[in-house]
């Protein structure tokens, strides 16, 4: 089952009870008679499409970006926005007063608002547009009310907070994955099963005054299907309008909902199903019926068919207004044009001439850095610095698809996109020592570590935390808050630290062979077995009987292509251990040719990951490499050095056409994107002959920090200060326990560019800019360009859409005030309090300065520099490209080598085309 199997596409079960659109069919238009209502779809694909539109959301130790809209994604950005409006008072654009400081600004133009509105088809002129922008708009009210919403207006208790509360707690103990001292009473029982058994035994509602409603609880179907079924029929909803409404109920609940949207996720793609995600609507309309019938009154009855009536589609209560958000869409557009405008002069003012210089001779160095936009800052820092040197820009996981077992570890971490499976699995080792000198340093690893977690374990025990503290008081833990509250040290060692001394840390690392010591050996099969096929065996303790594989795609990294219908706990044995001989030549000249890194080498290669050690921050994983599942990039870098400094495969590769000098040394790197700093693996193994030329590059390195945390400074409001003062401040703000900005992450990221390094070299691209080499004439076949449409463009649309939804509207996209949260089943996700719905998204504080918003809220804009045909070709072959696409999620642009652009525009109506623009 691919991606595109997880959604319903039947057209009937997205047409919507209230249709708040026009028609803007031109035959449709002729036709005098209105047409007829269309057949609602029966109640179970009524049920799989109103959980398909909620879109998944990962966990806090693999914080990936996602897209919010995922779900929504076949209907078009406008009427998408509409839909949420309707169902749940959501908002998919900035209030009229944000459009007009952007005026006020010049940020956007009256030429600017007329495109806007041509382009929206409508036929307001920039005076009106403007006009509308200086009233506020009315805030959206949902139009689907669920039956505690009604309730709330008729009864002195707040049902809706309280059901919400009362399925968040039971879903947080069910989902437990290992925060919880007690066992869940509940293991091999569904959700809907143990929430039954749970809820007869719950006197909460006796506490709302309802103290029979726990036996109706017993009345309730066995099937969560059948529950859902009764209640729909109980509550009097009509059938035209059972979709809407259960779309409306999981919003309610759109975090758990999320959750186990992920779950079904996961199956799906692994060729299984889940019915978690059905199980927990069934269980908040169960919470419906029973308040409904147990609060029966005459004033709710008639309140409540009051409102079933309205959500008929054959009874409107009032004819719709048309385009209730045009306003909003068209300031969303010229406020978008505006950015392309400015982006647009930027790139026909490219220093063509400094990039020809450096092509034209042997680098001095090349570093491959990934493509998130904090990347952009330092690739330019390090070329002004020293204007010899050659950067690239790649997918952080550097195309080598592993997931990777630390050192003492057992459970294997993806280090892919979550849109694509690993292929081998990679182990750290202490290299370069005897076989007893690497044992023992394991055990003292493993020693340490378990220490550790006794400790951790009896600080928050129940009957030891609050004796341990008054004993122990200041005496012990004086000293420890003085530093850390004053930034001197780390509160915790960073998640990626070893227990050992540091002589045999700095021995540590991931190798391409199967090791001889640990768990990886014990797990290395007799012969290595290719498993292209094989689903991701990342797992984690759900109650669930079956294992939750990895989100991914097929072996060639198409998003929308087939995937593996194998056994997951097959696939956690059979996955290869090490990176096989016969294999590594192969993923070597795809790297290559990936990278558009086929000659010219220099005698230094950094290939560049990147990572984020910030501290006390739950969404830590989300300010690092999303290319590597939420990882740093550290293992990738370091793999895909080693490959390419292997000799059996450089002679592989030189058979193939792509020759490496004798003399160019790979080198494995991370860009610690909190402090900007670059640090350096493996270089213990360089040849001396290599040392001024290391020192030499460490010097660069660290000037171009320098230059990047100085570039930066303005945003963490440290312009003012000097070099010395900002980088201490900025090394302080990585340590600080209470600092809720460390770093602002990828808060303005607004467009992707695939094209050569020349067209962007000298730019100033304000970190917001997502940037991948791409050279068409070397694509040979354009497999290439297919797999950067098919997975870089995609993700980077998530991670834009990601901020996107939790700017527009952090309530229910967003994750809130980060000084509330607190971490929800160990890794879950987190609560904004200590009740309510698990948050999903971003924190404000990631997104908002205090004064103003960093990010601003616009679709990704993006540039290729390629052909049209084989654009067009992949776009029709991949239906999420082309939903993301035709359906106005982000735009598309095409470059042409003598630097013109072309825009691909779509009308309402479906029909697509390329228009060029004009330069500005």
């Known amino acids: 089952m691919n991606m595109q199997d997880s959604h319903i596409d039947d057209p009937t079960l997205e047409r919507q009870p209230v249709q708040a659109e026009p028609d803007r069919s031109a035959s449709m238009a002729m036709t005098p008679a209105s047409p007829p209502e269309p057949v609602p779809a029966p109640l179970p694909d009524q049920i799989d499409a109103a959980c398909n539109r909620i879109a998944p959301v990962w966990p806090l130790d693999r914080f990936v970006a996602v897209n919010p809209f995922h779900g929504l994604r076949d209907q078009r950005f406008e009427q998408a926005a509409e839909t949420l409006r309707r169902i749940a008072g959501a908002r998919m654009y900035m209030p009229r007063s944000y459009y ?50 009604v309730l709330d207006e008729l009864d002195a208790d707040d ?24 066992k869940r009473p ?39 299907r059948d529950c859902i079924e009764s209640a729909i029929r109980r509550l009097g909803i009509p059938t035209d309008a059972a979709l809407d409404y259960m779309h409306a109920a999981l919003m309610d609940i759109g975090g758990w909902a999320a959750w186990t949207r992920l779950l079904r996720w996961e199956q799906e793609l692994a ?88 092509g034209a001779q042997r680098p001095v160095v090349q570093a491959a850095f990934c493509i998130d936009v904090r990347s952009e800052v330092m690739r330019r820092s390090f070329e002004t610095i020293c204007p010899k040197a050659q950067t690239l820009g790649f997918a952080g996981f550097f195309g080598v698809p592993i997931e990777h077992v630390p050192f003492g570890a057992v459970e294997p971490r993806s280090h892919m996109p979550v849109l694509l499976t690993p292929k081998y699995r990679v182990c750290s ?34 009957s030891s935390c609050f004796s341990f503290v008054e004993a122990a ?13 004053f930034g001197w040290g780390r509160p915790v060692a960073a998640p990626d630290d070893l227990h050992l001394d540091r002589e045999d840390e700095s021995r540590v690392g991931p190798s391409l062979d199967a090791p001889s010591h640990g768990a990886c050996s014990a797990q290395r099969p007799a012969e290595y077995r290719d498993v292209a096929g094989d689903q991701l065996a990342h797992r984690h303790s759900h109650t669930h009987t079956h294992a939750h594989a990895h989100a991914n795609a097929n072996a060639h990294g198409k998003i929308d292509g087939s995937a593996s219908g194998t056994a997951q706990d097959d696939a956690h044995h059979k996955r290869a251990i090490g990176i096989p001989a016969a294999e590594r030549v192969d993923l070597a000249e795809g790297i290559l040719r990936a990278m558009s890194m086929t000659d010219h080498f ?101 000037q171009a920090g320098e230059l990047t945390r100085l570039s930066r400074s303005a945003l963490l409001g440290l312009e003012h200060r000097s070099r010395q003062a900002i980088t201490a401040n900025i090394r302080q703000r990585s340590r600080d326990w209470s600092q809720v900005r460390p770093e602002w992450g990828l808060a303005g990221c607004a467009a992707f560019i695939a094209a050569p390094r020349e067209r962007t070299r000298g730019l100033d691209l304000g970190g917001r800019t997502f940037l991948h080499d791409y050279d068409w004439t070397a694509d040979s076949g354009f497999g290439v360009l297919e797999l950067i449409m098919t997975a870089p463009m995609v993700v980077a649309g998530w991670i834009n859409l990601q901020y996107f939804g939790s700017t527009t509207d952090n309530r229910r996209f967003g994750s809130g005030n980060k000084v509330l949260h607190n971490v929800v089943g160990g890794a879950i996700g987190v609560l904004e309090g200590n009740a309510g719905d698990l948050r999903v998204g971003l924190p404000m504080q990631s997104l908002h300065d205090g ?17 049209q045909a084989p654009i067009d070709d992949i776009i029709a072959k991949h239906q999420l490209v082309r939903q993301l696409l035709d359906n106005g999620w982000m735009h598309l642009f095409r470059l042409d080598d003598e630097g013109g652009l072309h825009q691909r525009l779509v009308d309402g109506s479906g029909v697509q085309g390329w228009h060029s623009v004009a330069r500005h």
């Open 100 to 149: 007009r400081e952007q005026i006020e600004t010049g940020r956007i133009t009256d030429a600017d608002l007329s495109a806007a509105a041509a382009r929206c088809s409508s036929r307001l002129s920039a005076g009106e547009l403007r006009q509308a922008a200086a009233t506020d708009s009315p805030t959206p009210s949902a139009r689907v009310p669920l039956l505690t919403s």
């Open 159 to 182: 049902w809706s907070s309280f059901v919400v509360e009362r399925i968040s707690h039971h879903c947080a103990a069910y989902f437990d994955m290992g925060q919880a001292t007690w």
């Open 186 to 224: 509940w293991t091999g029982m569904s959700l809907y099963a143990s929430w039954r058994r749970f809820a007869a035994l719950d006197y909460s509602t006796t506490m709302m005054g309802q103290d029979g409603m726990r036996a109706r609880v017993k009345a309730l179907p066995e099937s969560p």
């Open 271 to 358: 060729g299984g199903e889940d019915e978690t995600i059905v199980e927990l609507l069934a269980i908040r309309l169960a919470w419906d019926v029973l308040i409904y019938e147990h609060k029966a009154s005459p004033e709710l009855t008639t309140r409540w068919r009051e409102v079933c009536k309205r959500l008929s589609r054959g009874k409107p209560a009032a004819k719709p207004t048309p385009e209730p958000q045009e306003i909003e869409h068209i300031l969303l557009t010229a406020f978008e044009l505006g950015y392309q405008r400015q982006l647009m002069a930027d790139l026909n003012q490219a220093r063509s001439a400094e990039a020809d210089e450096v």
């Open 429 to 462: 080792e202490v290299q370069g020592v005897e076989q007893d000198e690497a044992e023992q340093a394991l055990e003292t690893q493993r020693r340490r570590t378990g220490i550790s977690k006794s400790w951790k374990a009896f600080k928050m025990g129940a």
């Open 473 to 485: 008081g200041l005496l012990l833990y004086g000293p420890k808050i003085i530093a850390d509250s």
């Open 602 to 702: 220099a005698r230094l290669v950094l290939l560049v990951g990147h990572g984020s050690p910030v501290v006390n921050n739950p969404h830590a994983t989300g300010l690092d490499c999303g290319a590597c599942g939420g990882m740093t990039g550290e293992a990738s870098a370091r793999i895909g050095a080693a490959l390419l400094n292997d000799p059996a495969v450089r002679q592989g590769v030189a058979e193939r056409g792509i020759r490496i000098p004798d003399d160019t040394w790979f080198i494995g790197a991370q860009h610690d994107t909190c402090v900007d700093e670059i640090r350096l693996y493996d270089t213990e193994v360089l040849p001396g002959a290599y040392a001024e030329e290391l020192a030499q590059l460490r010097s660069w390195l660290q």
């Open 851 to 867: 004064k103003r918003w960093v990010h601003e809220p616009m679709r990704l804009s993006v540039y290729l520099q390629a052909p």
